[in-house]
């Protein structure tokens, strides 16, 4: 089975400030690594994903994750932040094989003006 | 141009009534989900349905019914609703072989 780690469960950081968002997973198998965006009252958007090739992953809005397969993480990234990236973040894993999901338990990120 | 709708977007509804949530998707996907996240965002699996097929059916009370009348529609009925199934109930749809989910708005379900 797998499971997914976000340390963080909220984070406040001011505007054009540069953040992480941590996300750990554990698995005996190769996985696929997304992160989810969910913004207030909202359904969950993609931001971006991890398949297989180039270890840093670029997504919509800025964001970029980094694969790390001997730390199993899978940590998000942006360099300055808008006061629109206020949302909750999910980190999420699958197997390569079958199509179910792990979530994590959500990272709320509040940018401050 | 939704790509995948879900009504009603809220439901209030009384203890120990029937409700159904519907969802479709057309995005010509083969695979749909329904999520259940509570009150701390926790977003957990309650079903997957591949090409009308059950293939997920995780551990919810069999008053919980998904039914999928073709590929692009899957629905979820409650029976005897109780006050712990107040959430927000997401429903999502991809293709099984690129692993990607897209999901619904939501439905935030509140039982009195």
């Known amino acids: 089975a797998q499971s997914v780690t976000q340390l963080d469960s909220q984070v406040p950081v001011f505007e054009e400030a540069p953040v992480e968002l941590r996300c750990n997973y554990s698995?005996?198998?190769?996985?696929?690594l997304f992160w989810y965006v969910q913004y207030p009252n909202q359904g969950l958007q993609l931001l971006l994903k991890?398949?297989?090739?180039?270890?840093l992953v670029k997504g919509i809005n800025g964001f970029e994750a980094e694969f790390n397969k001997s730390q199993t993480s899978f940590h998000l990234r942006k360099p300055s932040v808008h006061i629109s990236d206020t949302a909750e973040y999910f980190c999420?894993?699958?197997?390569?094989?079958?199509?179910?999901?792990?979530f994590g338990t959500g990272t709320s990120l509040t940018v401050i003006p | 141009d939704t790509a995948v709708s879900q009504t009603p977007k809220y439901l209030v509804t009384q203890m120990g009534n029937d409700k159904s949530i519907k969802c479709e998707q057309n995005?010509?996907?083969?695979?749909m989900y329904w999520y259940k996240q509570d009150s701390k965002k926790f977003l957990k699996i309650m079903f997957s349905?591949?090409?009308?097929?059950?293939?997920i059916n995780e551990t919810v009370p069999n008053r919980f019914s998904p039914k999928s009348p073709d590929k692009a529609h899957l629905n979820l009925h409650i029976n005897s609703l109780e006050l712990g199934d107040s959430a927000v109930y997401f429903c999502?749809?991809?293709?099984?072989?690129?692993?990607?989910?897209?999901f619904g708005p939501g439905t935030r379900l509140t039982v009195l």
């Open positions: 999502a749809s991809g293709l099984a072989a690129y692993n990607e989910q897209f």
């Open positions: 698995s005996s198998v190769s996985v696929y």
């Open positions: 991890y398949l297989s090739g180039s270890t």
């Open positions: 999420a894993v699958s197997q390569r094989t079958g199509n179910q999901f792990y």
């Open positions: 995005l010509g996907h083969d695979t």
């Open positions: 349905y591949n090409n009308k097929e059950l293939i």
